[in-house]
């Protein structure tokens, strides 16, 4: 089950040793999450399947994109960018890692 | 543990009342070496703690302080080689140093959960006097507005250590 929920939640980064994904469908959307001031913006992200992610830390120091159990970022360090495709039809709390009073949700339409 | 003499006695505030119009003149040079004398206290302190705890989430705050300190303070020393500003040491980094190795001696003498608690216990308490030195002496006084920007950009960090610290400090008491 971990395997095929880590399976549909197609990985990339910018500077990290992750996996190569294919690019978003034609259909899919690239929505941008800054990460700054010790916040994502925007907290709660509304996507249809098949939408990218784009975590884009502006912060000085690394943080982190996990959502238990769906997606981990691993450190996104200063000045670089981590990308996902959430898996459709759920609602996913994700926080930083390293600064747990940084959360958000994302709610991916079925 | 000895009580953390207030960051802002050190910087002369004393009992004035807190104010940009009496916030005492720090300069530049002053505030930089201010500002990584600040950060270095923290890093050195968890860096001790990350090897000398034994509780997971006491270790996880101690990195992130040594990491995200040790960030901002690469961003202090860049900007002010940038901007050809040498850090000059005076007082109040002298104290903040001086302060930070007695807490770390201090640290030495205990153990376990008594370790963790007061570790953290100091974090609550320095970072509340950081934030204050912030917003009434340091970023008030910067002449430079790249270095006041820096301040306030690092500002939501301390913030966040702060609520981590304190929610920490719950579970541990």
């Known amino acids: ?110 | 543990m000895k009580k953390l003499i207030p960051l802002l006695t050190l910087l002369g505030i004393g009992a004035l009342p807190l104010g940009a119009a009496n916030a005492p003149k720090v300069t530049d040079p002053q505030i930089a070496a201010i500002v990584v004398a600040a950060n270095q206290v923290d890093i050195d302190a968890g860096k001790y703690a990350v090897g000398k705890t034994h509780n997971a989430e006491v270790k996880a705050f101690a990195q992130t302080m040594v990491t995200d300190h040790t960030a901002v303070n690469k961003s202090a020393v860049d900007l002010v080689t940038k901007l050809k500003v040498t850090p000059e040491a005076n007082d109040t980094s002298r104290a903040l140093t001086a302060g930070g190795e007695k807490n770390v001696s201090a640290l030495h003498a205990l153990e376990g959960a008594a370790f963790d608690k007061a570790y953290v216990d100091h974090e609550v308490a320095y970072h509340e006097q950081v934030l204050q030195a912030l917003d009434t002496v340091l970023v008030p006084n910067a002449q430079n507005s790249e270095l006041k920007d820096l301040l306030v950009k690092v500002r939501p960090a301390f913030v966040a250590h702060l609520e981590h610290a304190k929610h920490l400090q719950m579970s541990l008491h």
């Not at chain 1, 880590?6 to 980064?13: D, E, H, I, K, N």
């Not at chain 1, 500077?15 to 941008?32: D, K, M, N, Q, T």
């Not at chain 1, 959430?86 to 709610?107: D, K, N, Q, S």
Request: glycine share 10%.
């Open chain 1, 1 to 110: 089950m971990a395997a095929a929920v880590v399976g549909l939640a197609l990985l990339t980064a910018a500077g990290c040793h992750r996996a190569e994904v294919p690019p978003p469908s034609a259909s899919g959307r690239s929505l941008v999450v800054v990460i700054e001031g010790m916040k994502f913006t925007p907290s709660s992200i509304h996507v249809h399947p098949g939408d990218q992610i784009v975590f884009e830390n502006h912060d000085l120091f690394p943080h982190t994109a996990t959502a238990k159990g769906v997606f981990d970022s691993g450190p996104i360090p200063s000045g670089k960018s981590w990308t996902v495709i959430p898996p459709a039809g759920r609602t996913i709390p994700f926080a930083c890692l390293y600064h747990p009073p940084m959360t958000g949700e994302i709610v991916v339409e079925p």
